[in-house]
């Protein structure tokens, strides 16, 4: 019985840590350039919408993805042309894009209710999970790591990628030092302007991926913000992962298990007020920042504002 | 939506049940502001005031009402103070970013006014998850018979004035001011920031604790579960779309609250659900920010005289 339930949260806690993943990567790829992405909740929210919205018009799990992709896009480019091209209040649009999106799609879920399209009990069709030929196998650790879908697996290619991006490759020093001092950056023929704009779609990319995974993997049915805060607790994991995306792998499995503890409680029937478990993961939220902040340096020109001369 | 706004005096007393949390909400967020404080958690320190003044409300007994409103305003500010001073304090101990510490405190609070409503202040035997009403001698009495218009109101205009002369008019809103703009050079200066920040970060908070407390007195007069659906994240368009100008939340404010009730009537009427106010809010947000880029430009050849 103890064995059955570990192996099931931690394969629970891997699943639950790939939104948060995908969501920080995009947070801290747009970071590094020196943009502040307070708009990760509503790009993740966009994501999950969009995702689901796909699925259910076609049935086919890849528009939905696709849809997802290219709304993620959008508000990263709507991010962009703010934050970069006037130079507004990067926190300020952030939150903007939010409540936007909060309210876009809840007003669209709440139409599809209407006309009848939808109702509590659809479900749509989602990815499913993919059995790793002979690693799967393997007592115990096969199901907790080789039992996932695709976008599992390309989590951990993400990161892999992303960290030799940032730290082996001309371009990923350019989006560095465009984060660090973007005068200089400019002075030494970097468009920083360019370089901002892609890092922000990129973000919005994968922060709506993140959103996707939630209704195309797990739930396979959307309800009103529904993402619940998980794109403020991708901005703690890229904290806690000191700009690291291996830093961040880690964190976000952490933030994974914690949440996976909440529903593997749940199953167990612990006898417990449902609000004192749903708490955990925003108090380890805290208690991290408390922990390992201070001996943090982010980029130094994140969230100021730069206009070229 | 006009029609159902302005049409009947029911109606449009209702606006003032939202315009009251809604002016504390955006002169928190504006205070905050203004100091180099980005206070987002609003919501959660409204949640949290709701929490103490409800127990100030409930446990408090026999007093007359002149001394027991004042008692549950001065409860209701220590709650959202309390939980501002959190995010300040690891802020300024441990260099936390306050946006992302603000929210997810927010977040707990609210879980945590559901527990409290739902498990232990609940009558033994009721099926509602809420408190008992508390004191008679809490309530706000309508100024105007028949209309929601009462003491909150005039406590909120009147906070308006105390935020304005303090901002404004005196040598800590000067204080405030410049380590907002620039802490370094407020620092050289010879102030003492972490004194003028934790000042205002505890009259932001206790501004949405206020609100908690006149919501508390004015229409819910009790504990629910959910106490606000949304005042401290609607304060921030508040403040945002009155560019933090204590005068300005007040035409602001009222605006947003036309568009509550106005959504509440069409939701009634014709479908038309509340997430619009959100996306309205979110638009609002983003054009202002946008629209700086212009005002700025303008300013810059004026000045410049390049025009």
Redesign the interface.
Known sequence: MEYIALVSWLSMSIRLSVPLLYTAIGGLIVMKSGVFN?GLE?MMLAGAFLGFYGSLITGDPWIGLLLAIIGGAIIGL?LAY?TVS????Q???G?????????????FY?VLC?IGLLDATTRIANFSSMRIPFLSKIPGLGEIFFVHNFLTYLSILLVIFVSWFFYKTTYGLNLRSVGENPETADASGINAYLVRYMAAIASGVLAAIGGAFLTLTQVTSFY?NMTD?RG??A??II?LGKFQPWGMLWASLFFGAAYGLVYQLQIMGIKM?P??M??LP??L??AV??GV??KIRGPSALAKRYIKN | MLNSVFGNIRLFSESFTHFVPLVFCGLSFAIAYKGGF?N?GAEGQLFLGALTATLAGLYIQGLPAFIHIPLVLLAGFIGGAFWCWIAGI?KIK????E???T???S??AI??V??VA??ILRPPGSYVSSSEKIARSAYFSPLIAGTQINLGLILCLLAVVIIYYFLFRSPYGYQTRAIGENPNSAYYAGINIIKGTMTVIIISGGLAGLAAACMLMGTHRRLVTAFSLGYG?QG??VS?MARHTPLGIILTAFLFSLMRVGAGAMQRGL?V??????????????L???S??VT?KLSANLVGGKS
């Open positions: 307070l509503g709507l703010v006037l130079g507004g209040n926190l300020v649009i939150l903007g894009i939010n409540f936007l999106i909060l309210g876009l799609t809840g007003f709440r209407n009103e805060g403020w607790v901005l703690a904290i007020p609000q004192i749903s708490m925003y108090a939220t805290i920042l408390v902040v201070g | 980005f987002v690891l441990v260099g936390t970013n946006i992302i510490s929210i997810i405190l977040y707990l879980l945590l559901e527990f739902r498990y994240f921030i368009g945002v479908g659900p509340l997430p619009i106010c959100w996306a309205i809010e979110g638009m609002i947000m983003i202002i920010t946008a700086e880029y700025n």
